[in-house]
């Protein structure tokens, strides 16, 4: 089929998609209970061992003779950094084979990424992470380069057919190159599930028709998974495999320190960052001595940070570190987290940490109340199915205020502390041991070795 014709296709197709989504919520609501039932069963599930399976990637990858392609895609800089750890990964298991097995030939990889990936010497041919799209206004505004890295994706399947399909996380337009993928025979991977087990289960069916088999990063991700019928193995998180970062000389010195992680992206920071200064105006009060940090490892959020501050009346006392948070993360006593990954690392360093997300606008409201299949939206409430730390969903002035009073008490040695601290040693435990890349790899070597059956 020409490449502008399927194209053509898949735009109607997506049209259409869109019209049917308020009956999809009319379906959703009449059966939302039973998703949250499954959804609560799915969190409830014991801890799955970090899975190496073999037999379980000989179901999915086919038998390949001579040397493998592989197509391997993210759309953002942190599908990107996953994308760079795969990659060492899969030279990690090739340089450890053992002499005496023939020598395995290394796949040939070509790639949608950006520049980090172009400097490691992998053949790009779009730069998809250099285009990152956040949001419905971000979608209509990137549709020309969308539909140009749809293009090309699609003439990469009909004139160089890889072996494999291997998509990082990107749900939207991965979705959408999945199927064009399984249209065409060639089994999809994907590395990042999406998170439809929050909210908009319906999406399942789609998903489970588009991918072979999808790589979780949570641990009761399978569970959710597998109640819906889409085979999925749990490997770990990345965030236990990144690199310890060196302590920040800026963070040294006897005094306590909180910790302000406001969120990545400018609108986060927008939405964020005022409210939790005046959160840490009020500690101040109850403890004088601490010290307040903004960590951010971006210069340029740096510097809207650093502007946005000079415009605060009275912030004068909080520092900004340019630094990675992981850097600063030892030394702070506490944190007030913008929800996402920021709030899973800081639980991770074992930083006792209160969660907050600003619910922007009718329809976040109405997503929020009616849509939520989970209880939590931090990320380490959801893996231990319970509040081991506070969480506060922002609608009004004083939601600040009850979650200003949660970290106070999460502040002061007591109770609150000392059971927070102990419910995320557990956190720890239940995610499993580092090497989420290294089991991943295992997936795509697999294809390298020819280990793939028909069976």
Not at 121 to 135: K, Q, S, T, W
Not at 381 to 397: D, H, Q
Request: with cysteine.
């Amino acid at each position: 089929m020409p490449v502008a014709l399927e194209l053509l296709r898949i735009a109607a197709r997506e049209i259409v998609r869109a019209l049917a989504v308020p009956l999809h919520l009319v379906a959703f609501l009449l059966r939302r209970a039973r998703w949250r039932e499954v959804a609560d069963l799915a969190l409830a599930a014991p801890s799955p061992a970090s899975s190496e399976d073999r037999e379980a990637i000989a179901r999915v990858v086919p038998r390949v003779t001579g040397t493998p392609r592989v197509f391997l895609s993210c759309g953002e800089a942190s599908g990107e950094e996953l994308a760079l750890r795969l990659l060492d990964g899969l030279d990690a298991l090739r340089a450890g084979q053992p002499t005496s097995e023939p020598a395995a030939p290394a796949p040939r990889i070509f790639a949608f990424g950006g520049a980090r990936l172009r400097a490691r010497g992998v053949d790009l041919r779009f730069p998809l992470a250099e285009h990152a799209v956040m949001g419905l206004a971000g979608v209509l505004r990137s549709i020309p380069v969308l539909i140009r890295a749809l293009a090309c994706y699609l003439r990469l399947l009909q004139n160089e057919r890889p072996d494999l399909v291997v998509l990082i996380d990107y749900p939207g337009l991965h979705l959408v190159m999945a199927e064009a993928a399984r249209r065409r025979g060639i089994p999809v991977v994907h590395w990042v599930a999406p998170q439809y087990w929050a909210w908009g289960p319906w999406r399942m069916r789609r998903y489970r028709h588009a991918v072979d088999a999808t790589l979780t990063i949570l641990p009761f991700e399978p569970a959710f998974f597998a109640a819906t019928g889409l085979a999925s193995r749990y490997v770990g998180h990345p965030l236990l495999d990144a690199p310890a970062a060196a302590r920040h000389p800026g963070v040294d010195g006897d005094r306590p320190i909180l910790l302000l992680l406001p969120g990545s992206r400018r609108k986060e920071i927008a939405l964020h960052l005022d409210a939790m200064v005046d959160v840490a105006r009020t500690l101040r009060r109850h403890d004088p001595g601490l010290r307040v940090l903004v960590a951010h490892r971006d210069p340029e959020r740096v510097a809207s940070i650093e502007a946005r501050l000079a415009a605060l009346p009275d912030a004068g006392f909080v520092e900004v570190v340019a630094a990675d948070p992981s850097g600063v993360l030892p030394r702070a006593r506490a944190c007030l987290v913008k929800s996402g990954t920021g709030s899973l690392q800081a639980c991770l360093a074992q930083v006792p940490s209160v969660v907050v997300y600003v619910v922007q606008g009718p329809l976040a409201r109405l997503v929020r109340r009616h849509l939520l299949t989970v209880p939590f939206f931090a990320s380490a409430n959801l893996c231990m199915a319970r509040a081991i730390v506070p969480e506060f969903a922002i609608e009004r002035p004083n939601d600040w205020d009850r979650a200003g009073r949660a970290l106070a008490s999460l502040w002061d040695d007591g109770p609150a502390r000392t059971q927070c601290l102990r419910d995320l040693a557990d956190l720890r435990a239940r995610l499993g041991e580092p090497g989420a890349s290294r089991r991943a790899a295992l997936w795509i070597h697999a294809l390298s070795r020819g280990e793939g059956s028909s069976a």
